[in-house]
């Protein structure tokens, strides 16, 4: 049913797919084995491969073949300073034969160049730098510097497509409309019905392609979204509009409500960027059990929330869970990070 209509729209090959999903038997063991922890199944989008992966490359797959069909030279995007949004699309960029600006927000006038930072450089984005409000919100200084970019770019003759931050918006919408198949058909293939999926959320286009894929490919489970930054209605209202319209998109008749879109918000901790202890513990936990990376800004965060279900004996032991990775290992490569897990050699 649903494979069809996402796979006829147009896509840009960026991704390795399908992404690998790795039972986690030892992380299973280290919290007290099947008698008392759930089955735990990680779907490695970590692994989709476009500059270090990350699940923007399933976006990108549909924006970049938008902005080509557009007739479009150049990439415009947004982000803070630390984006793996940014970071992978100045690789899809490159990939494509595109020019891609980044305007980044940083607290810093001159930012470290380190991390996903470091890897725009490489992949040869023209990165732009405003001063940071809300990272989150794509409201402010850089989106005048965006619309000054745009017009400079057509004044050079370019014609430039602005991605909206994080790639949050229909057309990037419908990369998890086709990841959720995708995930769908291995769980079917492992004859597997997992109870919940947990994945970390921010601009909501990986939350809006979750929830309307859920609907159109039947799945089995609850999606438990794990917020990373405040300003829920907004972002309520921003994903309901995102999957609504990628569905028209598709020709379906399905529909997404505030209802199907919870998010918990009980894992924030001080705000979006600051890594919390139980998102710490979440990343030594993983790498040590299953030599899997979590990062500080989402999937730890994301992961934590897993972790206390667990232990406080939220998810029967007989169930099975999923949790969707969703990358970001380059923040890893930081010195603020360096410096708050006190790695010793
Ligand atoms: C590693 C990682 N995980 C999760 C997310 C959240 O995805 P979304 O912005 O679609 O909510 C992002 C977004 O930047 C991310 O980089």
């Known amino acids: 049913m649903i494979g069809e209509p996402v796979n006829e729209l147009p896509r840009y090959p960026l991704a390795t797919l399908p992404t690998p999903v790795t039972d986690a038997v030892r992380l299973r063991e280290a919290?007290?084995?099947?008698?008392?922890?759930?089955r735990i199944l990680v779907k490695r989008d970590d692994l989709t491969g476009l500059g270090l992966g990350g699940n923007k490359a399933r976006k990108l797959e549909y924006l970049i073949a938008d902005a080509l069909e557009r007739g479009a030279q150049t990439v415009v995007t947004t982000g803070a300073v630390q984006s793996n949004?940014?970071?992978?699309?100045a690789a899809a960029a490159c990939i494509a034969g595109l020019r891609c600006v980044l305007v980044l927000t940083s607290h810093h006038v001159t930012p470290v160049v380190e991390g996903n930072l470091l890897l725009d450089c490489l992949f040869g984005a023209d990165v732009r730098f405003v001063p940071a409000e809300d990272p989150m919100l794509a409201v402010g200084r850089d989106a005048e510097v965006?619309?000054?970019v745009v017009r400079e770019e057509e004044a050079s003759g370019r014609h430039a497509y602005v991605i909206p931050i994080g790639g949050s918006c229909p057309v990037g919408a419908l990369g998890y409309v086709s990841g959720t198949a995708e995930l769908v058909g291995q769980l079917r293939a492992?004859?597997?019905?997992?109870?919940?999926l947990y994945y970390a959320s921010g601009s909501r286009g990986t939350q809006a392609g979750l929830t309307l894929g859920a609907k159109l490919s039947e799945a089995p489970y609850a999606l438990w979204g794990v917020a990373v930054s405040a300003g829920e209605p907004e972002k309520i209202e921003r994903a309901r509009r995102a999957a609504?319209?990628?569905?028209?998109?598709?020709?379906?008749g399905v529909r997404v409500d505030h209802t199907d879109l919870f998010t918990d918000q009980a894992f924030i901790g001080e705000g979006y960027g600051i890594p919390t202890e139980a998102g710490l513990e979440a990343i030594r936990l993983l790498a040590t059990t299953e030599a899997i990376l979590l990062e500080p800004v989402y999937t730890s965060k994301g992961f934590s929330a897993l972790l206390r279900h667990v232990r406080s004996c939220d998810i029967p032991p007989t169930d099975t869970v999923v949790f969707l990775h969703t990358g970001g290992a380059p923040a890893l490569?930081?010195?603020?990070?360096?410096?708050?897990m006190e790695t010793k050699p």
Not at 31 to 38: E, I, Y
Not at 85 to 89: D, E, L, N, S, V
Not at 244 to 252: D, F, H, K, M, R
Not at 333 to 340: E, V
């Open 146 to 148: 965006v619309d000054e």
């Open 31 to 38: 919290l007290g084995g099947p008698s008392v922890c759930p």
């Open 244 to 252: 609504n319209e990628a569905a028209i998109l598709l020709g379906s």
């Open 190 to 196: 492992m004859d597997c019905r997992p109870s919940r």
């Open 333 to 340: 490569f930081t010195r603020d990070f360096a410096a708050r």
């Open 85 to 89: 949004h940014a970071r992978m699309t």
